[in-house]
């Protein structure tokens, strides 16, 4: 019987590469580089800000011992335009009321750092969902470590055979796994490439058949 769900963000409840492209294509330019394609941004999007950085240094043949100047460029950048383009997914919203109205408790578990995901979510007006935000900056380690997604169940006061956690990456589906909770995988998010032995408890295309899946899940 599911009592806990967790969700991580970008990529899975909001789109929020284009602004994330935006403030790296800005950082790009502060070191003398042209832009980078969506594709190829996303495609870095899911180990934090600083990996995301670091491979787009490392993309345009940059120095990677600029990366402190650089990752406090991209933030600076990414600080004023935080939800410009940035929007929930289509169902996002509508799936959060549903699990909230329905008593679930709801966390959010994500690699980007805890105030710009406090503040995404504020903007959006999603932050009203979650009892417990968790960044990749939050504990001493980040996901894959499933310690994160660990801690943001045992805030919420739930068990891990009574969570699930939705994703849209690797990296999500190792901290599940790691974890010991059940995956849901979003398809329409981040993913690129193909996850090795991948086998998710629930997949969906759109988020607006997860509430169903998890509603179900608890009888």
Known sequence: MIQTVVFDLDGTLVHSAPDLQVAANRTLADLGHGPLGLETVIGFIGHGVEAL??????????????????????HAHYARDLTTLTRPYAGAVSLLEQLQAAGLGLGLCTNKPEKPARDLCQALDLERFFSVI??????????PDPAPLRHVIQTLGGRVPDTIYVGDSETDYL???????????????????TISGFKPDMRVAGLKELAKLILNGRD
């Open 53 to 74: 950085v670091r491979r787009c240094l490392r993309e345009v043949g940059h120095d990677p011992q600029d990366l402190p100047r650089a990752l406090a460029q991209f």
């Open 175 to 193: 901290t599940a796994r790691r974890g010991g909770v059940r995956f849901a995988y979003f398809e329409g998010g981040y993913q690129r490439t």
């Open 134 to 143: 968790a960044g990749g900056d939050t504990l001493a380690v980040r996901k």
